[in-house]
């Protein structure tokens, strides 16, 4: 019973920076455009600009936490002192002051800045914990998979509640309605974070006993490390190029007022209802990961995995427009997301490895500096995606004016821009993933040679 309330506790942690994270990548550029009163032009300069700045705090929050010595461990105690800023500046964020647009501006630069830095303090610990919480390679990938199940549990809730609260707190169009909202998640954001610090220990004490500039050395010297970081930032850039089309997809591409019928009944078909598919079905992908994991091993499950999403993506291609082609999609939608469900754990399970190998290789315990480096590849991997779906759709002559994309003019994007939007949901995330395929089949760390290092390690360890 302590081993499986230690799983759902470290599960709260994610849980909550995922209701964050997901609110924020799907409503915070409305917020701004719509609500806030900013131009998207300064709108996206900010999300760029904080990006640069993710690229420098994250490593440092890691090697921070990595040097960090409490009676409670090394990063556990961020849980509890960083949670009531968390839930501050995202409380912040959407507050909408009544000031002139260059001060509103300014706000929004301060803000913003203050919860990515904020989300890097309590979000970077959180993740190396894994590699302290046990020593068994097998048992971080039950760490992992709890950990994502809650995550897509969490973002699952903040994106059904988050209209509904709005309207009921003030109105969906109306700021109030936007801080109040926020109010709610982030109060609820600081209590799991609580129950995360609760439930959860530190099992394992490592210490850095090498300098800053050796850790940078030996992580640059960790070829396991590089091959994972280009097959998690093209799982990222997979994730977000998808999700980042999926409402250009459902204005142009699939007819307005297009339903699924059951028998008598029918209901609508539209961008919502594929996306919160998309989470539940993730929740199947995470409770399947582990034995999956097991039976074939990280690398071989996170190879296959990447195969079966390139063949559905390149299928995704051809479905017709149609009565059954929407049920296609909707089911083609459901295997990719469990799929992608699977591969979410897996990757935070193979940094941890890939942690007790520089641990073992290096005598370093640079966990933070490690798992800080996946925090940049999820960040980036989001930002590129996000930003070359736009930038395809642009050159492909896409129509972003709403008086000729409306439902009455839907015929009018080019021929070319249309086509681009169904490569963006096939054959561009089908690349990505073959390209995933490849550089992972060069990563080292195998089930057998976790078993050696762990074996090294818990010599290493006593003495």
């Known amino acids: 019973m302590r081993k499986l309330l230690r799983h759902i506790g470290y599960g709260f942690g994610d849980m909550s920076s995922s209701m964050f994270w997901k609110v924020f990548s799907y409503y915070l550029p409305f917020f701004y455009s719509n609500i806030f009163g900013l131009s998207l032009k300064d709108a996206g300069v900010i999300l760029l600009v904080t990006r640069i700045w993710d690229a420098v705090s994250d490593p440092m929050m890691g090697i921070l936490a990595d040097r960090t010595n409490t009676r409670w461990g090394k990063y556990r105690p961020y849980l509890l002192f960083v949670a009531p800023l968390f839930s501050i500046a995202g409380i912040l964020l959407f507050t909408t002051p009544d000031w002139s647009y260059g001060a509103k501006l300014v706000w929004a630069y301060v803000t913003y800045i203050l919860m990515m830095t904020v989300y890097t303090g309590i979000n970077v610990p959180y993740g190396a914990m894994l590699g302290v919480m046990t020593d068994d390679s097998n048992e971080k990938t039950v760490y992992s998979s709890f950990r994502m199940f809650f995550a897509y549990g969490g973002s699952f809730l903040a994106l059904f509640l988050w209209e509904p609260l709005c309207n009921a707190l003030g109105g969906y169009n109306s700021p109030q309605g936007w801080f109040w909202a926020m109010v709610v998640i982030a109060s609820a954001c600081f209590l799991l974070f609580l129950c995360c610090f609760s439930l959860t220990k530190e099992e394992l004490k490592t210490v850095s006993t090498v300098s800053i500039g050796k850790d940078f050395k030996s992580l640059l010297s960790n070829k396991p490390w590089w091959i994972l970081i280009g097959a998690a930032l093209c799982f990222n850039l997979f994730c977000t190029v998808r999700g ?99 591969m979410s754990p897996l990757v935070w399970s193979m940094y941890a490895d890939v942690s007790d190998y520089a641990e073992q290789r290096f005598k370093t315990a640079s966990t933070g500096l490690i798992f800080s480096s996946s925090s940049m590849a999820q960040k980036f991997g989001g930002a590129i995606g996000g930003s070359a779906a736009l930038w395809l759709l642009a050159g492909f002559g896409y129509i972003t004016d709403p008086a000729l994309t409306s439902a009455a003019t839907f015929a009018g994007q080019p021929e070319d821009a249309l086509t681009c939007l169904k490569c963006l949901m096939s054959f561009i995330p089908a690349l990505v993933s073959l390209i995933a395929v490849l550089v992972v089949s060069f990563y080292p760390l195998t089930t057998a040679r976790m078993k050696e290092i762990d074996a090294q390690l818990q010599i290493q360890r006593a003495q």
């Open 244 to 342: 980042a089309t999926v409402a250009y997809y459902f204005a142009d591409i699939i007819p307005a007022g297009a339903r699924l019928a059951i028998g008598p009944w029918s209901f609508l078909f539209y961008a919502g209802l594929f996306l919160a598919v998309g989470e539940v079905s993730n929740m199947i992908g995470v409770a399947v990961c582990v034995p999956l994991a097991a039976r074939f091993g990280k690398k071989s499950t996170f190879i296959a995995v990447n195969i079966g999403l390139c063949i559905l993506s390149v299928l995704f291609f051809f479905i017709p427009m149609s009565q059954t082609g929407f049920w296609l999609m909707l089911i083609a939608q459901v295997l990719i997301s469990i799929l992608t469900g699977v």
